[in-house]
């Protein structure tokens, strides 16, 4: 398994949720989430509170 | 030229936000009411051409500050402990959040320390951009990005009904 991820930092996580990230460093949170079933729960829940907003 | 006018379309805005930052609604309408009166009072320093609800939202970040200060001042309050609560602490597993209510959001929100729950709220609720909040706020960018951070994860750990690693502690 050679294809390690970009490192993603706690700011990286919010401006993906924020939608604040470039097209190019999107991609590298996506597949970073795709691999980390906790990172995936936890913007999930980012997410989840963005939306109860009004 | 006078921005009366312009002042009373930020209005809905300026007050879905104070009731968001401060529950009791009598609070929150006195500092919208402030906000509008201080602004009023220095309509001649705003620049024609520049953004007014930037403006205004500066004005409501000083008069919401000044409030806090002189209310912890008096006041006894519970806050939670900045230092104890470090990113390990954070017992939240993650995917629980769907099935909780705004209430719980309210409840959660008051638990923040004020200035990660402004920052919280105008990236959530109002939808700015992290210049701009840093703009508002006149705080560097990356002070706003670690408020952000820490107050969303904490909102989550709070509504997920974890228990966070910090410590509750009465202040007086």
Not at chain 1, 8 to 23: K, P, T
Not at chain 2, 8 to 17: D, F, I, K, T
């Amino acid at each position: 398994m050679s294809e390690q991820p970009a490192a993603i930092s706690e700011e990286d996580i919010h401006a993906y949720v924020d939608g604040a990230l470039s097209s190019e460093r999107r991609e590298q949170v996506e597949r970073a989430i795709e691999l980390n079933p906790a990172l995936a729960a936890r913007v999930s829940d980012y997410f989840s509170l963005n939306n109860m907003f009004p | 030229m006078d921005i009366r006018n312009d002042l009373m379309e930020h209005v809905p805005r300026l007050r879905r936000y104070a009731r968001a930052l401060l529950t009791n609604r009598e609070l929150a309408d006195d500092l919208v009411q402030d906000t509008l009166e201080r602004a009023l009072s220095r309509s001649r320093t705003f620049e024609y051409g520049t953004d007014l609800r930037a403006w205004l939202f500066t004005i409501m970040h000083n008069v919401f500050v000044n409030q806090v200060r002189k209310a912890s001042a008096r006041a006894v309050h519970v806050s939670v402990d900045d230092e104890a609560f470090g990113e390990t602490g954070l017992a939240a597993s993650g995917g629980q959040l769907h099935s909780l209510e705004v209430r719980d959001l309210d409840y959660a929100l008051q638990r923040l320390p004020a200035e990660q729950r402004e920052v919280v709220l105008l990236v959530g609720l109002e939808e700015m951009s992290y210049a701009e909040v840093a703009n508002a706020l006149s705080v560097p960018i990356g002070t706003v990005m670690s408020r952000l951070s820490r107050g969303r994860e904490r909102l989550r750990s709070l509504m997920a009904g974890a228990q966070p690693g910090a410590k509750l502690k009465v202040v007086r």
